[in-house]
């Protein structure tokens, strides 16, 4: 410090102003390129950030596909027509319903299981067929 006192006395003014500029130029040149340094990195945090959120919102959704399965034929079995007479709640007419069932199979296996139930299987139909009443047929909901 003493040093730059006899600096300043020695040196004539316009050196005293230049020394002193010199002088505030290295105090606030430290500070200042340490803010720049913080507000720089905040910029590439928040650039660099909204990059890669941009990707990921942007980016085409990669779809993972399953290996390709490969198809069963289905199995279908055939149920004996049913005829039946439909519920009736008025003084009309007895209406009857003829229906041929055909049944699909996901596996061949599951044929030879139902083959010999056969009989419970077309009593479960008539027995619900039975319950219908000509206004349920009606529409595309009857069909």
Same mark, same amino acid.
């Given at each position: 410090? #003493? ?11 316009? #050196?005293? &102003?230049?020394?002193? %500029? #010199? ?23 928040? /650039? ?6 941009? =990707? *990921?919102? *942007?980016? +085409?959704?990669?779809?993972?596909? +399953?290996?390709?399965?490969? #198809?069963?034929?289905?199995? *279908? ?11 009736? @709640?008025?003084?009309?007419? @007895?209406? =009857?319903?003829? /229906? ?6 996901? %596996? ?16 479960? *139909?008539?027995? =619900?067929?039975?319950?219908?009443? +000509?206004? &349920? ?7």
């Amino acid at each position: 410090m #003493a040093a730059k006192a006899k600096k300043e006395a020695e040196a004539p003014p316009e #050196a005293a &102003d230049a020394a002193n %500029d #010199a002088e505030g130029a290295e105090s606030t040149g430290k500070k200042l390129p340490l803010k720049m340094i913080i507000i720089a990195a905040a910029g590439a945090v928040v /650039v660099i950030g909204g990059g890669i959120g941009g =990707y *990921f919102m *942007f980016a +085409p959704a990669k779809v993972h596909q +399953p290996a390709a399965v490969v #198809a069963k034929p289905a199995t *279908f079995i055939d149920v004996p027509e049913v005829l039946v007479n439909l519920s009736n @709640t008025g003084s009309e007419r @007895t209406q =009857y319903l003829k /229906v041929k069932v055909v049944l699909e199979l996901p %596996d061949e296996k599951l044929k030879e299981a139902i083959q010999p139930v056969m009989p419970r299987v077309l009593d479960a *139909f008539q027995t =619900y067929l039975r319950e219908l009443r +000509p206004t &349920d047929l009606d529409g595309s909901a009857g069909l």
